[in-house]
């Protein structure tokens, strides 16, 4: 197994999609992770908050859209009914802020998809119509140019009724709704060249950046992550007997999807099925690749930006970051270790310094503030934040599965949804196009 093939392998299970299937017992956690799932769970369901309701209002006029990470799953999705995403085993976070006057959805994008695919195909299940990848991008791409048909099942209810949404991404999803928000506010020049107007995609016209009133991104790789570049920096390789079994583990449940190493043996080094290598979501986590990628990406000047990071080490005697065992998952202890002594350049020039140790196991912590060069500022309670500019909340102590409930560092998640959506939905709303 190359070294791409076992970052990405890795980096993808230890988000938690594969820890069933890799022999996940829910009823039994190990002595170190506390008290069984089940034991949790039901301590959790005694803590869980009253009722909220938008004051006045009866419900907020805003649509709250989230959208998963790398590997993860929405309502679209069987697994999602036994183990949401939003929510993990404290109980489905979207149904239960739905009635708390905040109408949420949970979409459903490709789990190893880049974040331009998974943005045609939030579009296609917002709008209710057939994704459309788009004719310039699947011709370079190597794939088909359409995908499933949403008209029969849309995400929301009235698209064309023209309300506001807020989008909220964790993890990669946060890539995915910057790259959707810039791409329905600014369309796209290379699909407007190459197709027939009458078969362009509305998404791809743009003009329709006056939809989006806050975008969130949780536990982001905005900036990429050291949990890929530091595998491909010779000068760094810390040996590890257990990162090797983490990533075999990860590896032998990953390798049905397709990697780089297959990539490598077609015939015109192109992706599986003649896909481009560098149309998948592993790409998009590379620090360099990320920065350029947020150069296409344009701040909107009606749209409030907020960033939640997230960390879960803290520094040891040597000046490295390490995890805090009480607050990071198992499965990402090793990374996260890993990351927390990692600093070198990266192949665009781009230097990583001791700022990017701290981490939440897959992410680090300062990469998941705001896009370098943004304007931006940190975010204190009772501010009045205003459009285009990206405001910092104060970092999150939790590992990269905290924001979601987590797995086996369970904790109640609907305090934090709901003052966040509260604070966002007595926002002035913008008026007039992006």
Not at 50 to 67: H, K, N, R, T, W
Not at 77 to 93: A, I, N
Not at 168 to 185: E, N, P, W
Not at 427 to 433: H, T
Request: proline share 5%; hydrophobic share 35%.
């Amino acid at each position: 197994m190359n070294s791409f093939r076992k970052t990405a392998a890795f980096a993808a299970g230890v988000l938690g999609i594969f820890s069933f299937a890799a022999g996940f017992d829910a009823a039994a956690v190990r002595a170190d992770e506390g008290q069984t799932l089940n034991a949790a769970a039901d301590g959790m369901a005694q803590t869980l908050p009253e009722a909220y309701s938008s004051e006045g209002s009866g419900g907020s006029d805003l649509q709250y859209i989230f959208v998963h990470g790398l590997s993860g799953w929405g309502s679209y999705d069987d697994q999602y009914k036994w183990l949401p995403y939003w929510g993990m085993l404290g109980g489905e976070l979207t149904g239960y802020l739905t009635e708390q006057g905040f109408p949420a959805y949970a979409a459903s994008v490709a789990p190893e998809g880049s974040a331009w695919d998974r943005a045609c195909e939030l579009y296609a299940q917002l709008a209710g119509t057939v994704v459309d990848y788009g004719k310039e991008h699947s011709e370079r791409c190597g794939h088909e140019r359409y995908g499933r048909d949403f008209s029969s099942e849309p995400l929301i209810p009235d698209w064309d009724e023209g309300g506001k949404l807020v989008l909220i991404g964790h993890s990669f999803g946060g890539v995915t709704v910057r790259l959707f928000a810039g791409l329905l506010a600014d369309g796209s020049a290379e699909e407007q060249a190459a197709t027939d107007p009458e078969e362009l995609s509305d998404f791809f016209r743009g003009g329709a950046g006056d939809r989006i009133h806050a975008l969130v991104t949780l536990a982001a790789p905005t900036n990429g992550t050291t949990a890929y570049d530091m595998n491909f920096d010779p000068s760094f390789a810390p040996d590890s007997a257990e990162a090797s079994k983490s990533d075999e583990r990860a590896g032998k449940i990953f390798s049905s999807r397709g990697s780089r190493e297959e990539d490598d043996e077609t015939e015109n080094g192109s992706g599986k099925g003649g896909r481009v290598d560098y149309d998948v979501a592993a790409y998009d986590m590379f620090i360099d690749n990320a920065l350029a990628l947020n150069e296409r990406i344009s701040t909107l000047p009606g749209t409030y930006y907020f960033a939640v990071p997230c960390s879960a080490t803290e520094e040891n005697a040597d000046g490295n970051q390490v995890p805090i065992r009480s607050m990071m998952e198992s499965r990402f202890r090793e990374t996260s270790t890993r990351m927390g002594s990692y600093s070198g350049v990266t192949a665009g020039g781009f230097v990583i310094d001791d700022s990017w140790k701290e981490n939440d196991g897959l992410v680090n912590t300062v990469s998941a503030m705001a896009p370098i060069g943004a304007v931006s500022e940190d975010y204190e309670p009772g501010m009045e934040p205003v459009p285009g500019i990206w405001y910092v909340m104060p970092v999150h102590k939790g590992d990269h599965m905290s924001l979601l409930g987590g797995m086996m560092k369970m904790n109640n998640v609907r305090p934090f949804y709901l003052e966040l959506l509260e604070m966002i939905d007595g926002l002035p709303r913008s008026a007039g196009k992006d």
